[in-house]
């Protein structure tokens, strides 16, 4: 497979296990440390959610609140996962032209072949997924921001997988043209696939060392205090607040649910007074290019009406807001 055009100057390998620092850390490392990084890192028992994500809609509320799991959310898109101790992230982050950044086969590429290397057919399927056997092991996600590029997946080793199931509520909709099966049967933990036994740690020194000799010019580079001091500053600005993770969902007086096999699902929200759109919110697990508060603030006014609505939206590129979904598709979740 051909080598793709990536070079890693920087290995970070993160021991802070506190999701809301960990999230604060990737948004940092993308927007001021300018070369290519590479990082491993784990979180305390949590639920990150999607960008776009309804995160009461994602959450076993009561759940999460008695075991007092902590709920962050992220800058890419996608769905709700847990995490835990037994789980561990990657990142990759690339900066670079801004066409060739959306691309999750090349950044899966390195963990695929560890795992091949330890005897286990792992492969890329869907959209965004690693599997061994047909079960999900990792889901991966992507965040643009200018001309660079984080992209994040999950690594499901050893995690508790009944904590997993009560802490997410699973929406129907992505489900509805399956047969009915409970999570335990569509994920799977790396470690029960292992010919020889290792635990999590060392399972990320295979990960680490094989991203060593991919790019033998990187070099290992440890947070400094200054750098900790602005994440801390970005975790309570931000990444600790009620107003990221959870935000405030209105009563919407029209609801409908989009969902292609290749755009993911999209949750469009409307509130309509005397057929003029006073407000709309975009959730779901869908990925683009561009922030949909963009198409969200020019849906604002506008008649609840078919005409109206196209109108508004003719000069965007819908597929660049929701990856692979046309305007004909997003109009009609609409109404």
């Given at each position: 497979?051909?080598?793709?055009?990536?070079?890693?100057?920087?290995?970070?390998?993160?021991?802070?296990?506190?999701?809301?620092?960990?999230?604060?850390?990737?948004?940092?490392?993308?927007?001021?440390?300018?070369?290519?990084?590479?990082?491993?890192?784990?979180?305390?028992?949590?639920?990150?959610?999607?960008?776009?994500?309804?995160?009461?809609?994602?959450?076993?509320?009561?759940?999460?609140?008695?075991?007092?799991?902590?709920?962050?959310?992220?800058?890419?898109?996608?769905?709700?996962?847990?995490?835990?101790?037994?789980?561990?992230?990657?990142?990759?982050?690339?900066?670079?032209?801004?066409?060739?950044?959306?691309?999750?086969?090349?950044?899966?590429?390195?963990?695929?072949?560890?795992?091949?290397?330890?005897?286990?057919?792992?492969?890329?399927?869907?959209?965004?997924?690693?599997?061994?056997?047909?079960?999900?092991?990792?889901?991966?996600?992507?965040?643009?921001?200018?001309?660079?590029?984080?992209?994040?997946?999950?690594?499901?080793?050893?995690?508790?997988?009944?904590?997993?199931?009560?802490?997410?509520?699973?929406?129907?909709?992505?489900?509805?043209?399956?047969?009915?099966?409970?999570?335990?049967?569509?994920?799977?933990?790396?470690?029960?696939?292992?010919?020889?036994?290792?635990?999590?740690?060392?399972?990320?020194?295979?990960?680490?060392?094989?991203?060593?000799?991919?790019?033998?010019?990187?070099?290992?580079?440890?947070?400094?205090?200054e750098d900790h001091e602005?994440?801390?500053?970005?975790?309570?600005?931000?990444?600790?607040?009620?107003?990221?993770?959870?935000?405030?969902?209105?009563?919407?007086?029209?609801?409908?649910?989009?969902?292609t096999k290749k755009s993911?699902?999209?949750?469009?929200?409307?509130?309509?007074?005397?057929?003029?759109?006073?407000?709309?919110?975009?959730?779901?697990?869908?990925?683009?290019?561009?922030?949909?508060?963009?198409?969200?603030?020019?849906?604002?006014?506008?008649?609840?009406?078919?005409?109206?609505i196209r109108e508004a939206?003719?000069?965007?590129?819908?597929?660049?807001?929701?990856?692979?979904?046309?305007?004909?598709?997003?109009?009609?979740?609409?109404?």
């Open positions: 497979m051909e080598q793709f055009k990536l070079f890693i100057v920087l290995i970070i390998r993160r021991h802070n296990t506190d999701p809301y620092f960990n999230l604060a850390t990737e948004e940092y490392v993308l927007k001021e440390i300018p070369e290519d990084s590479f990082m491993l890192w784990r979180n305390e028992p949590s639920i990150i959610v999607g960008k776009h994500q309804n995160t009461l809609a994602e959450i076993n509320v009561d759940y999460v609140r008695e075991n007092h799991i902590k709920v962050v959310r992220r800058l890419s898109g996608g769905g709700a996962v847990f995490h835990d101790l037994g789980n561990l992230n990657f990142t990759f982050i690339h900066h670079g032209l801004h066409d060739d950044l959306i691309d999750f086969r090349k950044y899966t590429l390195p963990i695929l072949e560890v795992l091949n290397g330890l005897g286990i057919d792992a492969r890329f399927e869907g959209r965004n997924d690693l599997t061994i056997n047909g079960m999900k092991f990792s889901g991966n996600a992507e965040h643009v921001h200018k001309n660079s590029v984080l992209h994040h997946g999950t690594l499901l080793f050893s995690s508790q997988m009944t904590d997993l199931s009560k802490a997410l509520k699973v929406n129907p909709l992505k489900f509805r043209d399956k047969a009915v099966k409970s999570i335990h049967s569509r994920v799977t933990n790396i470690s029960n696939h292992l010919l020889n036994k290792m635990d999590v740690l060392e399972f990320a020194d295979k990960i680490q060392n094989h991203v060593l000799e991919k790019y033998p010019d990187a070099r290992f580079y440890d947070l400094s205090k602005r994440i801390q500053d970005l975790v309570k600005e931000k990444y600790g607040t009620w107003d990221w993770n959870f935000g405030f969902s209105p009563h919407y007086n029209f609801r409908k649910m989009i969902r993911g699902t999209i949750d469009l929200n409307l509130d309509v007074r005397e057929g003029i759109i006073q407000n709309v919110r975009i959730f779901g697990d869908y990925f683009g290019k561009y922030d949909t508060e963009v198409i969200q603030s020019a849906l604002v006014s506008v008649p609840h009406e078919e005409s109206d939206l003719q000069d965007f590129e819908i597929s660049d807001y929701f990856t692979n979904l046309t305007l004909d598709e997003f109009i009609e979740g609409m109404f």
